[in-house]
């Protein structure tokens, strides 16, 4: 009883004391402050203007004058690396300098085969030219500030260097003379100029962020020197030199960095938390409808037949061209789609989107040469491309716990093809020796695979970068014009543009607004 009765005393003392509450923890302290090492990828595309001026050798035809001014568009696919320090002021400001390396195919390639027929006379020339970059890099300064503890947007700056770099290899023959020339040149040199851009970057969880951002680079221009010899049996020979002017390069790209540094400790020193470590809350819910609005920029490749045919004298070809050509440009549009989320993360979706603009490729070229007694000039543009593009996708990803969205995605994709030719020649005798029109326009269907990213940034928006390859059936332009050769009548002529497969290579950014917010996921009961 004795035993009992203190038991009961000594509880009734304890509850006379004041209670404690157990000491709360503070969420881990997040910091953009540090060293950082990364990859990315992308695509970058731009105009390269161009001209070509040579002299031919005396004593064989000669005086031989020749020029070309261009404009033609380059680009396509790299990858590469970048390394930076960030430091976040109290205030939410990140300043921080970043050096990046880029490696790809962000050249302007020609492969051509062209040749003029008559009867009992024709002349060929096979050959083919490249111009662009074969690496790029940029050192720069960025300017941001912390939107939350995990999304940084900025603005950034700076620095850029290039190689830029050209080669170019092909020969004539005519009937009756032979090989009636070879032409080899190739040079390269590094530029600099300036860079400006902006973009984001937001914390995955522990040591890795993702980024995307857009850069515009502007470089001097290159030159080097052709050398071209005229009939090999006489050994005369001449040269000129081919120079770019100043370069242009859009590039948008995704990547992803690790951030340097000792783990940071909780404000209680309650234990290590990883850099950008989950902060505990509740799991968005993918599943519902959305829209949003996108932009970005597309590159790509196409090949070409451009055929000239005269049927009323002969029915003879004139002219036959094939080649090979780089395109892009800017885009802009909306998607809407519907996803569902698995107890598992597992998200499957379906997407429509539409851009309005995109890969295009144009070219403007004045041409002239003489010898003495004789000239002919030829002025021109042609542009070929997507006037807009859209695609119905399946979306398969898995929901990160960091609120991530990572995803694959393919399916059936529609584009507007548009093209027009329009140019004329003249040669001394006849000013208008051939004028040439023609345009078209088809609505081509192809395929589409891609992958990318989604991060909710409030309860009902979010932002997402992805990368796109599309495949389209190619589209011919036809046209007509006039020709009045010397030794034969004049008559109506026939032009038919001839476009292989289309492939663009897209990435952009986007913003969603999720119907019904993003609440809660499901949670997987476990027993």
């Given at each position: ?180 020339s070879i032409v080899q040149g190739n040079g390269s040199s590094v530029r600099f100029g300036w860079t400006l851009g902006a973009g984001f970057e937001y914390a995955l969880g522990g040591n890795l962020t993702f980024k995307s951002e857009y850069l515009y680079a502007r470089y001097g221009g290159a ?190 994709a529609y584009a507007g093809l548009s093209g027009r030719i329009n140019w004329t020649t003249s040669i001394t005798g006849f000013p208008v020796f051939a004028a040439v029109d023609g345009s078209s326009s088809a609505v081509k269907l192809g395929w589409t695979l891609g992958f990318g990213g989604e ?73």
């Amino acid at each position: 009883m004795a035993f009992t009765a203190l038991a009961f005393a000594g509880a009734a003392s304890a509850a006379d004391l004041p209670s404690r509450k157990a000491a709360l923890i503070a969420p881990p302290v997040l910091t953009w402050t540090g060293f950082y090492v990364g990859l990315h990828s992308g695509t970058s595309a731009g105009d390269v203007s161009s001209s070509y001026n040579f002299l031919g050798p005396v004593g064989v035809g000669s005086p031989d004058v020749q020029n070309l001014n261009s404009k033609l568009p380059f680009g396509d696919l790299f990858i590469g690396a970048q390394a930076g320090y960030n430091w976040q002021m109290a205030n939410g400001a990140v300043i921080g300098v970043e050096t990046d390396f880029s490696v790809g195919v962000l050249r302007k390639h020609a492969s051509v085969q062209f040749g003029t027929y008559f009867p009992g006379f024709f002349n060929t020339l096979n050959g083919q030219a490249r111009f662009g970059l074969d690496w790029q890099g940029s050192t720069r300064l960025r300017l941001g500030y912390a939107v939350t503890p995990r999304f940084l947007p900025y603005v950034t700056g700076g620095l850029a260097y290039a190689s830029i770099a050209g080669d170019s290899n092909w020969n004539t023959f005519a009937a009756g003379i032979g090989t009636t020339s070879i032409v080899q040149g190739n040079g390269s040199s590094v530029r600099f100029g300036w860079t400006l851009g902006a973009g984001f970057e937001y914390a995955l969880g522990g040591n890795l962020t993702f980024k995307s951002e857009y850069l515009y680079a502007r470089y001097g221009g290159a030159a080097y020197t052709q050398n071209t010899f005229h009939e090999p049996t006489t050994g005369a020979s001449g040269s000129g030199p081919v120079a770019s002017h100043a370069v242009g390069v859009h590039t948008l790209r995704t990547g992803f960095n690790y951030k340097f540094g000792l783990p940071i400790i909780a404000a209680t020193g309650g234990g290590p938390l990883g850099l950008f470590a989950d902060v505990p809350g509740p799991r968005a819910s993918w599943t519902g409808f959305y829209v949003g609005v996108n932009g970005g920029y597309g590159g790509g490749v196409l090949e070409s037949h451009l055929a000239q045919f005269q049927p009323t004298i002969g029915g003879f070809e004139i002219e036959s061209i094939r080649s090979k050509l780089g395109m892009g440009g800017f885009l802009a549009g909306g998607q809407a789609g519907y996803n569902h989320e698995y107890a598992n993360h597992v998200v499957v979706g379906l997407e429509t989107d539409l851009q309005w603009g995109g890969a295009k490729t144009r070219g403007d070229a004045t041409f002239g040469g003489s010898i003495p007694g004789f000239a002919q000039s030829l002025t021109g543009n042609a542009r070929y491309g997507l006037d807009w593009h859209g695609s119905t996708r399946l979306r398969l990803g898995y929901a990160m716990g960091n609120g991530v969205l990572t995803y694959i995605t393919g399916g059936l994709a529609y584009a507007g093809l548009s093209g027009r030719i329009n140019w004329t020649t003249s040669i001394t005798g006849f000013p208008v020796f051939a004028a040439v029109d023609g345009s078209s326009s088809a609505v081509k269907l192809g395929w589409t695979l891609g992958f990318g990213g989604e991060y909710p940034i409030t309860d009902r928006l979010s932002v997402r970068s992805e990368f796109l390859y599309a495949r389209y059936a190619g589209m011919p332009v036809g046209g007509g014009g006039t020709l009045n050769p010397p030794a034969f009548a004049a008559g109506p002529m026939v032009q038919t543009l001839e476009v292989r497969n289309v492939g663009t290579s897209t990435a952009r950014v986007g913003l969603n607004y999720k119907f019904g917010g993003f609440g809660t996921a499901p949670v997987v009961a476990k027993y």
